[in-house]
């Protein structure tokens, strides 16, 4: 059986989509997530939330996610927070 | 020896430095891992750095209450010793939630406030009685007591994640070493309680804490500056 992603992991893993897939629509988003509705939903209000992504919304109302200057912060130093969090076995 | 003779003939000024070695070091800490937790919100740094803070409110408090009683400001009264010693006692408390908190906390939904919810509210109340046990009985038996079990319960928890980590993070090791250490140092200071040995103990009591501290600064940096 597959190990439980942890937090960070998730939220590596949702920029990451968003970072490789500019302007990315929120179903594919939840699709590569791999996260359930109510779990993908938490997510994404989070990282709106600490501004990690943006939502942008074109003339015909179509919604769609890009990262910002915040979230490829958090992608570069994810290594060092994941090395300082096992480290010190937090 | 001679070196020895002479740090505990001006004991009180070096208690003061050492304050404000260990506060520096605490906050210094505290500073580094600022960003990280800024980016992560990850609750476990968030607790480590409590621990650290609460450590370095500790010797800062040490600190300036021991310079103004050195230099005859005021003299040195019992309730500075219970804040030094709620503080410090917090500071463990902090060090071993920090981790175990994984077990406690949903990690999904963490608590609002990392200063005051529901667990860390009984750590405020058992510091509060350690230290009151302590003033009812003029004495340090109840915090030395406390922090030994804490400490021995740090060392087991570091010791299963060692077990678990298989060699692959290094400063792991280091946080071992570092709880061992302080460990020691805990129980010669409640044996010198009980037992005339010389006052040279007590020098090597404070050097063990500054390596403590060392240790965790040295790895906070190796690790952050990477």
Redo the contacts between chains.
């Keep these: 059986m597959a190990k439980k992603r942890?937090?960070?992991e998730v939220i590596k893993d949702i920029l990451k989509a968003v970072r490789e897939n500019r302007n990315i629509k929120p179903t594919r988003l939840l699709y590569s997530s791999n996260l359930s509705p109510q779990?993908f939903k938490?997510y994404v209000n989070e990282l709106l939330k600490?501004e990690f992504i943006k939502m942008n919304e074109d003339e015909e109302g179509k919604k769609t996610f890009s990262i910002t200057t915040?979230g490829h912060?958090?992608l570069q130093?994810y290594?060092?927070?994941e090395?300082?969090?096992?480290?010190?076995?937090? | 020896m001679e070196i020895y003779n002479w740090v505990i003939q001006n004991k009180e000024m070096f208690k003061i430095f050492y304050g404000l070695i260990i506060a520096l070091i605490c906050f210094v800490i505290v500073l580094k891992t600022n960003r990280l937790f800024k980016l992560s919100f990850h609750q476990g740094i968030r607790y480590f750095r409590n621990a650290f803070f609460f450590y370095g409110i500790a010797f800062l408090f040490r600190y300036i209450f021991g310079a103004l009683a050195f230099y005859g400001y005021i003299t040195y009264q019992f309730w500075i010793k219970m804040l030094f010693e709620f503080f410090l006692v917090m500071g463990g408390f902090f060090l071993l939630y920090s981790l175990l908190w994984k077990k406690i906390e949903p990690e999904h939904k963490p608590f609002y406030s990392s200063l005051l919810n529901f667990n860390i509210v009984i750590f405020y109340l058992m510091a509060i009685v350690i230290v009151v046990l302590d003033y009812l009985w003029k004495s340090y038996s109840f915090m030395f007591i406390s922090q030994i079990i804490l400490f021995i319960c740090m060392s087991i928890v570091t010791g299963i994640k060692i077990k678990k980590d298989k060699g692959k993070h290094k400063f792991l090791k280091f946080y071992f070493t570092a709880i061992i250490l302080i460990l020691v140092a805990w129980i010669l200071n409640s044996a010198l309680q009980f037992f005339a040995w010389s006052k040279g103990v007590l020098i090597d009591i404070y050097i063990i804490n500054i390596i403590f501290f060392l240790l965790f600064l040295y790895s906070v940096i190796k690790i952050t500056s990477k």
């Design positions: 942890e937090r960070l779990m938490d600490k915040k912060e958090f130093e290594k060092v927070i090395n300082f969090i096992d480290n010190f076995g937090l």
